[in-house]
């Protein structure tokens, strides 16, 4: 049974698999943001983060489009607020884009359509990104002579520093296999439907992963990238902690045993 919860700007959906669907519910101006958006991301994530029961997120937008970036009546009332609304403003930004990137379950993004400025930023932190060909991204706020500052953290994280200051530079836009060859795509679906039963594949495929395992495999990326002696002096702690855990003890009983995992739900046991 798949339990739904309205918001003003979201839809939610967690079936019983522990999948929850977040979709971005303003089609009318193509699920661009606003302070209402960003506020309820934030706090759904925080939600479904300290939610045991939630083991998968999808993240996709209502209607033909995944996000075009910034809400442009809303982006029409900054130019009156001072430095000051304007820093606020952007740090609630960046707590919602860290609330997804910290979020310790996997994180699929479904690209369903054009993903602009900060809907290529949503893009970025996700753990994996399955997108429409037919999709335009573009990372396009030089042009407005901005800057995609709040985003760059997780977009040079995701495609790197060549190819982010390329992006950032120009403004332009770019389609759905030049974010594959970069890394900011995973997989690429001719139309809605193959999107479906590709985001239903990765879904499968992370459902048999340790929930806790998952939550510590996330934050490895960013560990191996610190100082060498740091990162290699707390790695041999993490592995060997999970492996005395009851996840890690029922893991590799399972693989012995030749069955699936307890945390495997029964519909996926094949």
């Not at 809303?74 to 952007?90: F, L």
């Not at 994180?107 to 993903?115: K, S, W």
């Not at 939550?215 to 290699?232: F, H």
Request: hydrophobic share 45%; aromatic share 4%.
């Amino acid at each position: 049974m798949t339990m739904q919860t309205s918001h003003e700007t979201l839809r939610v959906e967690v079936d019983d698999r522990g999948v929850a669907t977040i979709t971005m519910n303003r089609p009318e101006v193509r699920n661009a943001f606003n302070d209402t958006l960003i506020g309820e991301l934030s706090s759904v994530a925080a939600a479904l983060a300290t939610d045991d029961d939630v083991r998968v997120v999808v993240l996709t937008g209502g209607g033909p489009v995944f996000s075009a970036g910034a809400d442009l009546n809303w982006m029409g009332s900054m130019r009156d607020w001072s430095r000051e609304e304007n820093v606020a403003d952007s740090r609630r930004m960046n707590g919602m884009l860290r609330s997804l990137w910290d979020l310790p379950k996997p994180l699929i993004g479904r690209v369903n359509g054009h993903a602009i400025a900060g809907g290529t930023g949503l893009t970025a932190v996700c753990d994996i990104v399955v997108a429409v060909r037919g999709a335009k991204l573009g990372l396009t706020e030089a042009v407005l002579g901005l800057a995609p500052a709040v985003i760059s953290p997780y977009v040079v994280r995701k495609i790197g520093v060549s190819h982010a200051r390329a992006l950032f530079v120009t403004g332009e836009l770019f389609d759905a296999e030049h974010a594959h060859r970069i890394g900011l795509v995973h997989q690429l679906v001719d139309d809605v439907d193959a999107l479906d039963v590709a985001v239903a594949d990765t879904v499968r495929r992370c459902l048999k992963a340790g929930p806790r395992a998952v939550a510590v495999a996330k934050t490895l990326p960013d560990l191996a990238l610190d100082d060498l002696d740091v990162a290699s002096e707390r790695t041999p702690g993490i592995i060997a902690e999970l492996r005395v855990s009851a996840e890690g003890q029922e893991g590799i009983a399972a693989f012995f045993e030749k069955r699936p995992a307890s945390w495997v739900p029964q519909s996926e046991e094949k």
